[in-house]
């Protein structure tokens, strides 16, 4: 049975489109059919992060309103076989996003695929709320800073109250931390709120912590999701919290383990400056 | 006097940060989590309530209790005897 994740903060720029790009692309590498929508209509960016912004020919809005299948919209990733990405319009706005139409294009792609990863825009607003309408998990992305702690409870209130599950009565949308931007220094140092701190006032459990990394910048700047970073911190990072989520017992052996260096690297020749 | 807070052990920014969410996120909790009808409920019911007695707004209490898996509301007015 598909199941659909929604990658969500409330805050804006804490690494929602990152983590969805690195989570989706972790999810194919361990052999998941994987698609990962943007809802961020008209700020769409899941494209650059993924590398495939020059491929875009239909996109999602298309879609819902008939103008395009769902498979002419969606693109194939170039590294991994089992990975699909089905992008944002650029030019409209959020209104043109319909709950009927976003729930017949998911129920078209549960047909086909085991993992639906939805990257939520910024906000509360209409793209925000179809992004995690039709959830089955939510992985919220906090930073370890006050206003996106306050703004990942909010979010979590709303998932809680808002959600198709949660307006059926149904079991509630498991919930999973993600801490991103972490410096354990600074935590040491008493200047930075720590996974316990964060845990305290959320109370949801937690799937990943990912280290502040210049890989992150670098990924983005190449186009190439982080998780593919075999010797990057952060990289690694997502690769752990992609296991816990899975179960390690279907996680590939391979799959975290620090890797020569990879593919990626040698062609772009980046992510070497590393702290390791 | 604050030109003596220097004698004073420095807090740490993380802790502080800590507190005031804590403050902050237990406010908005029990505020956002009222459903959207409460207030009109709470309207409602006073003034059912003023119709049969001399009561004033002031004088009835409506609050709202979140539990695990279910809420209760409650409703506190003191009856006036007939006879005042």
Redo the contacts between chains.
């Keep these: 049975m598909a199941h659909v994740i929604v990658v969500t903060s409330g805050k804006g720029g804490v690494g929602k489109t990152t983590t969805s790009a690195a989570i989706s692309t972790g999810l194919a590498l361990c052999g998941f059919k994987t698609v990962v929508i943007d809802f961020d209509v008209g700020l769409r960016n899941l494209d650059l992060i993924m590398g495939c912004e020059r491929r875009v020919v239909y996109d999602f809005i298309n879609v819902i309103n008939k103008e395009a299948t769902v498979k002419q919209a969606l693109i194939k990733d170039k590294r991994c076989d089992q990975l699909f990405i089905l992008p944002a319009s650029q030019t409209r706005d959020k209104d043109a996003l319909t709950t009927e139409g976003v729930k017949e294009i998911i129920d078209e792609l549960k047909q086909e695929f085991d993992y639906i990863v939805c990257d939520s825009p910024a906000g509360i607003e209409k793209g925000a709320m179809m992004a995690m309408y039709f959830a089955d998990s939510a992985i919220i992305v906090t930073n370890p ?2 206003s996106s ?2 703004d990942s ?2 979010i979590l ?1 709303i998932l809680n ?1 808002k959600s198709h599950r949660a307006t059926l009565g149904q079991d509630s949308i498991k919930e999973h931390l993600l801490i991103t931007r972490y410096s354990e220094a600074r ?1 040491k140092k ?5 996974v316990q ?1 964060i845990q ?2 959320l109370a949801i459990p937690l799937l990943g912590i990912i280290p502040e990394s210049q890989d992150v910048l670098s990924a983005s700047n190449a186009g190439v999701p982080v998780t593919l970073f075999d010797e990057s911190e952060a990289g690694m990072a997502y690769r752990r919290a992609i296991a816990k989520f899975i179960g390690e017992d279907k996680t590939p052996e391979s799959f975290l383990k620090k890797q020569k260096r990879g593919l990626f690297k040698r062609m772009f020749g980046i992510g070497e400056e590393t702290a390791r | 006097m604050s030109i003596f807070n220097f004698l004073l052990p420095k807090k ?4 502080l ?2 507190e ?3 403050i ?2 237990s406010h ?2 029990t505020n ?2 009222a459903p959207d009808f409460l207030p009109q409920l709470k309207k409602e019911l006073i003034a059912v309530i003023a119709k049969y007695m001399p009561l004033q707004e002031d004088q009835i209490n409506i609050q709202m209790h979140r539990q695990d898996n279910h809420s209760t509301i409650e409703m506190n007015f003191v009856v006036p005897n007939a006879d005042e």
């Design positions: 800073e006050v702690v306050r409870d909010r209130g109250s935590v008493g200047e930075m709120l720590s701190d305290d006032i | 740490k920014s993380a802790n940060a800590k005031r969410l804590q902050i996120i908005e909790r956002n989590t």
